[in-house]
């Protein structure tokens, strides 16, 4: 199949050309459709490329159009440039199905909206007058990684700025958004590709949509960026929008962000050091043990642990409180094996080399409470 992307380098095009990209290379081998070649189309590209470009492309995604220009005048682009894509389709008896990328403020009388609307009913009446099949999106609020800051996205400025702790200005915390995400709206695309779009009469949606409010995202990305001082990760489930908003966060670091040191716990012993830490699933530390060193010598009522040795060579032992027989496990960082540490049994990790450090990570399923440990020294 030859896929027409117009408007290839914007925010929606060069997402969806990528992962396309990655199907024609057979680096996605998820999208059951085979991609033959990709035609980018965008304002700088030669007319003459164009012309071939509509002659043999068998599915064109519209996604060119204007939305911030510095003169009205130019919202008409929203609708001639389609207009020339038609005729130019027409002229070559090209009759592939055209996706329009429209906008949900087409219902709105303004300039760019009434734009929008007369691009929509020219595709609409294209697809019965030609028998070709159509797909007409009105997209709200696109976020993900790639979207310009400060143009036509709040969350992209957002994101943005408070990434690099640069002021932002909210009018009202309780404006509500109706937002999608980007890689749904590039999964849609697929389906569209396969002639499987979402339809709700002539018009087609991406089904996977959110509504947040400014307040409740300015909140979420503060506390995605005061995650490298707090340590803890907020609760992300799959396909939430807190797990799409933080990649799209993440995507926004300053070099100076991209990595962060962490601050450990340092004596004659070794180092305990957290790493990371959520609410709902433990958190995470490394610790070094100098050689000879023994580490630990308690034990938990709730709490338990997994140990994984990634280097060196230890002993941990486990035994139950009120008995003697003591659990051996010898482990090293060649053959990684995790370690239960077991509520009720005092546990310790010992050092067994005269030379080189012991480094475990560790897992616990709660956070650490200085208020109430459920950390009892009792040796092994």
């Known amino acids: ?24 290379d057979n680096k996605d081998r998820t999208r059951a459709v085979v991609i033959d070649e990709i035609f980018e ?16 492309c068998d599915f064109v995604f519209n996604l060119a159009g204007v939305n911030r220009p510095k003169d009205a005048a130019q919202f008409n682009v929203n609708h001639s440039f389609l207009g020339d894509l038609l005729n130019t389709l027409e002229k070559y008896g090209n009759k592939c199905p055209v996706m329009l990328s429209s906008s949900t403020q087409a219902l709105l009388d303004n300039d760019y909206g009434r734009s929008k609307k007369e691009a929509e009913d020219l595709l609409l009446e294209y697809g019965k007058n030609n028998d070709v099949r159509v797909c007409v999106y009105r997209f709200p609020n696109v976020f993900g ?5 400060n143009y036509n996205s709040a969350v992209a400025t957002f994101c943005h700025n408070i990434a690099n702790d640069l002021p932002i200005q909210v009018n009202d915390r309780n404006t509500q958004l109706t937002l999608v995400y980007i890689d749904d709206i590039v999964d849609e695309m697929f389906e569209a590709l396969k002639g499987l779009e979402h339809k709700d009469g002539d018009l087609c949606y991406v089904p996977i949509t959110h509504k ?3 307040g409740e995202i300015v909140d979420l ?3 995605f960026n005061s995650e490298p001082e707090t340590l803890l990760m907020p609760s992300i489930p799959k396909g939430s929008f807190e797990k799409k908003l933080y990649s799209t966060f993440l995507s926004y670091l300053p070099i100076r962000k991209v990595s962060f040191e962490l601050q450990g716990n340092v004596d004659e012993r070794g180092s305990f050091t957290e790493f990371l830490k959520t609410k709902d699933h433990g958190q ?14 308690h034990w938990h009522n709730t709490k338990w642990e997994f140990f994984l040795v990634v280097a060196g060579h230890g002993l941990i032992q486990e035994r139950k409180i009120g008995s003697d027989e003591i659990m051996e496990f010898e482990v090293n960082g060649k053959k990684l094996e995790a370690i239960h540490m077991l509520p009720g049994y005092t546990h ?4 067994l080399s005269d030379t080189e450090d012991l480094v475990t990570l560790m897992w616990a399923n709660e956070l650490f409470e200085k208020d109430r440990p459920d950390t009892f020294f009792e040796e092994v």
Request: proline share 4%; with cysteine.
């Open 221 to 223: 990305l503060e506390t």
């Open 145 to 149: 990684k790639w979207c310009r800051p």
């Open 284 to 297: 995470f530390s490394i610790n070094i043990s100098k050689p000879g060193i023994t580490k630990g010598q």
């Open 1 to 24: 199949m030859k896929v027409l992307v117009t408007g290839a380098k914007g925010f929606v095009g060069k997402n969806l050309v990528e992962n396309l990209k990655n199907v024609r």
């Open 41 to 56: 189309y965008d304002i700088d590209t030669p007319r003459e490329f164009f012309e071939e470009y509509c002659k043999t």
């Open 212 to 214: 947040k409010t400014l």
């Open 348 to 351: 310790n990790i010992i050092n």
